[in-house]
């Protein structure tokens, strides 16, 4: 199964409402496709987001990075050579990570083609059902209180609040959150870079006096900030999660042997697909650090790629890939099947993708 062509194209799907953390709004997903083709007729897909305020890549970039410098290394290499392709990309260009998680993805899909089982059971197959948490936008405390109502009401055990804007709010948000919804339900947070670190520390403590129970903290402070992070991890009794401070296999080790956080969050587009993030599980695995796979905002390509890790390892014991159902609709048949919180992973070849409707090819 030799590879023969690199295909870009564009999706874009409307949000059921506007996704708010304290980096950015978003009403829809906007995000690039990769086919690639091959001489068997077998195709691979992969997507990649732009989402420049946490990896840095935009459309033309990841556009850039694939068709002017990964693609060409790529024509004419064979499936099975898995392990040099992923090292081509690596060198291909630096950085760019989502362009290269879009392009390991359709990699990947096609491996699991080529030997006739799905990527979960190639990789580990620890399990074929997932359950993931939603996302509740950072808005006014009764909004929250009533999108968590909701989210409950459609069955999820687990919500993951969104803080860290106009912080002032915070205690409120959650205070609001859990007279609406109660203590049967998880509340884990992310502040998403919004806190400073002292500042985490008093916020967090408040939480914990008060009672809220919160499972952990995602990323309290800047993503460069490593000191601040181990700070707040030292100071307080709520676990700390780091999300944007750890991209590669490298800086999951630094967090994890400095203690900087607790948990880690993988997310294929920082580690430039499952390649590394398998890498980070490893690392996570000798030291017995649990860890969460996440999504940015995804449709179902990408996300049944890190739902197909989650169900090979069983160090990642938390799912936020609520990234299908933020989306109004499917445009992808095949793949993953999402049902609001239950995420269950079919036994076809690779990950399953029969077809991408709407895309606008390049
Ligand atoms: C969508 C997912 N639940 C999530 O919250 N991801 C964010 C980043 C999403 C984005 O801005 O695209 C996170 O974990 O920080
Ligand atoms: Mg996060």
């Not at 199964?1 to 690199?6: E, G, L, Q, W």
């Not at 953390?21 to 086919?35: F, G, P, Q, S, Y």
């Not at 990896?55 to 033309?60: A, P, Q, V």
């Not at 950085?95 to 899909?109: E, G, H, P, Q, T």
Request: glycine share 8%.
């Amino acid at each position: 199964m030799k590879i023969t062509d690199i295909k870009i194209g564009f999706i874009s799907v409307p949000l059921k409402t506007p996704f708010k953390t304290a980096l950015r709004t978003v009403e829809a997903v906007n995000d690039i496709i990769v086919k690639i083709e091959t001489d068997t007729g077998h195709v691979g897909y992969g997507e990649a987001p732009p989402t420049g305020v946490i990896t840095g890549d935009t459309t033309g970039a990841i556009v850039g990075a694939i068709e002017d410098h990964i693609k060409k290394n790529l024509i004419g290499r064979e499936i099975e050579e898995m392990e040099e392709m992923m090292k081509v990309i690596d060198r291909s260009i630096v950085k760019n990570n989502s362009a290269k998680a879009a392009v390991d993805i359709a990699i990947y899909d096609l491996y699991g083609q080529l030997y006739h089982a799905p990527i979960y059971k190639l990789l580990g197959g620890y399990r074929k059902e997932i359950t993931t948490d939603i996302t509740i936008s950072v808005n006014d405390p009764e909004e929250m209180a009533r999108d968590s109502i909701d989210a409950v009401n459609r069955g999820y055990k687990t919500l993951k609040i969104k803080v860290g804007k106009n912080t002032a709010l915070d205690i409120q948000r959650i205070k609001a959150i859990r007279e609406a919804i109660g203590y049967d339900i998880d509340i884990r947070i992310d502040a998403n870079q919004g806190w400073k670190p002292k500042e985490a520390i008093q916020i967090l403590r408040k939480m914990e006096d008060i009672g809220f129970n919160i499972e952990f903290i995602e990323q309290p402070v800047a993503a460069h900030d490593i000191e601040g992070l181990k700070l707040v991890t030292d100071h307080t009794n709520i676990p700390v999660l780091a999300d944007e401070s750890v991209f590669s296999p490298k800086d999951a080790m630094h967090i994890i042997q400095t203690r900087a956080a607790d948990l880690i969050n993988i997310k294929l587009m920082k580690t430039g697909g499952i390649y590394n993030a398998l890498k980070i599980c490893s690392i996570a695995e000798m030291y017995g650090i649990e860890c969460m796979i996440g999504c940015m905002l995804e449709s179902k390509v990408s996300v049944t790629a890190a739902a197909h890790l989650a169900g090979a390892k069983s160090i990642i014991t938390k799912i936020d890939l609520d990234g299908p159902v933020l989306c109004k609709e499917d445009p992808i048949t095949g793949g993953a099947i999402f049902d609001e919180y239950k995420i269950t992973l079919t036994d076809e070849p690779g990950f399953g993708f029969k077809n991408i409707d709407k895309i606008k090819w390049k």
